[in-house]
C-alpha cells in the first residue's frame, strides 16, 4: 500500500522532473520532424546502439543567416554595412553605387555586383583593427531594429534552432556555426545569443594584417575577402578547421548544399537538416526565386538523401523568442 | 591521543593523495621557472585572484616543432615527405632536387628552397584524399625511426611538455597547437599522443578541393601551400580561427616571436614561455647559428618582455618519456 506521503514524494523526486525533462525541444511540433531529432540525438549517444557516436565524432554544423537567425529582405550584416555606410565618406565608392546609397536605394545597392558590395563592406569591414570592428558590431547590434519586425536583430534568432543547439550540446556535441558570414561578425553575438564560443565560428574571412600601433601589434582587418565561406567552400573549412567530417549539418539554401552532402555522406549515423522557410505570417516564406537564401536544388535532393526537411509553418510552435 | 588505526587513516586519505598531487608537473626540476609557471595557472584559475580569468579566456597555444616534439635534425614531416619521395615517380621534380634524392644528399635537398621544398612535398602530400593521406602518415609514424635515437618519432615528445598540457587542461585551460607544420599531418597523432582533438590543431594548410569521386565528395590534398602557419601568421590565424587573442603561448623559435608578442601584450594576464634547446647529452642544443628552429630575436627579447625561458638542461628533470 503507497502512503500519500510516498506518492507525493514519488511525484516530486521521480515523476514531475521526468513530465519536465521529457521534452527537450518545448518549441518544436509533436510529429515526424521533432521525432527524428530525437531518435538521432538518443541513437547516437546511447551506449550500446547500434549508431553510438563517441564523443569525439560529435560535430554538428549549423549555418548562419536563414538557418539559425532570419536573412529577410537581406542579410542582417549586410543592414549594419549599409547602415555605416550611409555615414561613411562615399568618394572611394563607384558612382552609380554612392548615388543609390544616397537616395537609399537598396535595391540597387544590392545588384551592384562582387566589386560593388566589395566597396561598400570595406566602409564598415576594413582599416580597423578586428577588436574596434567587434566594439563597433556590438554598439550597432544594441540600437539597430529589423525594418519589418522592429525587434533587435539578435531577437530574430529562431527559439527551435536555440533549443536544438542546446539540447545537442548537453549530449556531449559541439556546435559549430559554419556562415557565409563574417566570422569577426558573427562572434561578437554567438556567445550570448546562441552559447556558441569565438572558436565554433567558421565564417567568411577578410584579409587581415599584423600591424604595430604605438609599441602594441593589432590585428588589422583590410579590404578584400580572403575566404568567401559559401557552397563548395563549406566543406573544405570544416575541413580545415575543425579536422572532421561532422556527424550533423543544418542548413537552408544551395549554399548549405555541398556540406550538407559532404557530411552525410560519411560512414555510420550522419544527419542532414533544410530549414524551409514556409512561415509568410510568421517570418518569411522563399525558397526557388529568392535572391537571398536561394533553395532549389538542396530542397530537390533533400527527399531522395534522406535529409529532414524542417516546415517552419509546420513544425514550429514558436519562431522567434518570446519579447519582455 | 591518535591511535595508529587513525593515522592511517589519515595518512591514506589525506596526506597520501595530498604528497601524490602536490605536484602537476613531476619531470620539471624545482626552481623559477616551474614556480612561474605554477603561480601564473593557479593565479588565473583562483577565484578572488587579481589575475584570475573566466575559462572562455583561458587559452592556450604551443608550438609544435621544437616545443612539444624534436625538430633536428630536420622537421619530422620533412622525414615523412622524403621517404614517401623516395619511392616515388621523380620526374616533376626539378634535376637538381631529383639527383639529390636519388643518392641520399638530404643536405642539397634542404638547400633547395621553396621551389625546391614544394615540389618535394607534393609528391606525398598532394593528389590523394585528406584521408588516404592521413592513413598513411599514421602507417609511417608506427614503423618510421628517428635516425639518431631510433625512437619513433611520437616517442620524441617532450614529456615535461605532456605535463604542461595536462596541468593546463586539468585547470579549465583549452590547450592549442599553433604549428608551421601541416594541419592533416599533425593532426593524426595529436589526440592520442598530445590529448589534442583535431579541431584545436591550427597548422601550414595545403591547397584543397572538394571533389566528386563515384558519387561520393572527397576533399582532396592538391599541390601548393595555402597558409604557411609561421611567423606573422600565426597570431592571424589565431584571430581566424580561435577569435581572440590566448592567455599563454608557448614556442622555441624566431617563428613563434609574432605570436609570443601579440599574446603577452593583451591586457590581464599573459603568459610567454620560450623553450630554449641547451641540452646536448639528452636531446640538442641550438639557437642562434640553426637552421631548423632558429632562435636569435626572441632569445633577446624574452628577458626584457618577462618571458619565462625554459632551460632544457636545467629545467627538465626527463626530456623524452622513459621507453616501455
Chains 1, 2 share one sequence.
Not at 560535430?59 to 536573412?71: Q, R, S, Y
Not at 558573427?186 to 600591424?211: D, K, M, N, T
Request: aromatic content about 10%.
Amino acid at each position: 500500500m503507497i502512503t500519500s506521503t510516498l506518492r507525493r514524494v514519488l511525484f516530486w523526486m521521480v515523476l514531475l522532473p521526468g513530465i519536465v525533462c521529457a521534452d527537450p525541444l518545448p518549441s518544436w511540433q509533436p510529429g515526424d520532424t521533432k521525432r527524428a531529432l530525437i531518435e538521432f540525438v538518443e541513437g547516437t549517444t546511447t551506449v550500446g546502439s547500434e549508431d553510438y557516436l563517441p564523443r569525439s565524432q560529435r560535430i554538428a554544423v549549423f549555418d548562419n543567416d536563414g538557418t539559425l537567425w532570419a536573412e529577410q529582405p537581406y542579410y542582417f550584416q549586410l543592414a549594419y554595412a549599409l547602415e555605416r555606410a550611409e555615414k561613411a565618406d562615399h568618394s572611394e565608392l563607384p558612382e552609380t553605387l554612392a548615388k543609390a546609397l544616397e537616395r537609399g536605394d537598396i535595391a540597387t545597392v544590392l545588384d551592384s555586383g562582387v566589386e560593388g558590395l566589395t566597396a561598400l563592406l570595406a566602409l564598415s569591414h576594413a582599416n580597423l583593427s578586428v577588436a574596434d570592428f567587434q566594439a563597433d558590431v556590438g554598439q550597432w547590434l544594441g540600437t539597430a531594429r529589423h525594418p519589418q519586425t522592429e525587434r533587435p536583430y539578435t531577437a530574430m534568432v529562431y527559439q527551435p534552432m536555440l533549443e536544438l543547439l542546446s539540447y545537442l550540446r548537453d549530449n556531449g556535441y559541439l556546435t559549430y556555426i559554419v556562415s557565409g558570414g563574417g566570422a569577426d561578425f558573427i562572434r561578437v553575438f554567438a556567445e550570448p545569443v546562441y552559447g556558441v564560443p569565438p572558436w565554433q565560428v567558421i565564417g567568411s574571412l577578410g584579409e587581415l594584417e599584423l600591424v604595430e600601433e604605438a609599441g602594441r601589434w593589432v590585428t588589422m582587418k583590410r579590404p578584400g575577402v580572403a575566404w568567401l565561406d559559401d557552397g563548395m567552400n563549406k566543406p573544405l573549412s570544416i575541413e580545415r578547421v575543425i579536422g572532421q567530417r561532422p556527424a550533423i549539418a543544418v542548413g537552408n539554401s544551395d549554399g548549405d548544399y555541398p556540406m550538407l552532402v559532404w557530411t552525410t555522406q560519411g560512414a555510420g549515423p550522419r544527419l542532414g537538416i533544410l530549414v524551409h522557410h514556409t512561415d509568410k505570417a510568421r517570418e518569411f516564406a522563399y525558397d526557388r526565386e529568392s535572391h537571398i537564401g536561394k533553395l532549389d536544388k538542396a530542397l530537390d535532393e533533400a527527399g531522395p538523401r534522406g535529409w529532414i526537411r524542417v516546415d517552419m509553418a509546420r513544425d514550429w510552435r514558436l519562431v522567434f523568442p518570446p519579447q519582455p
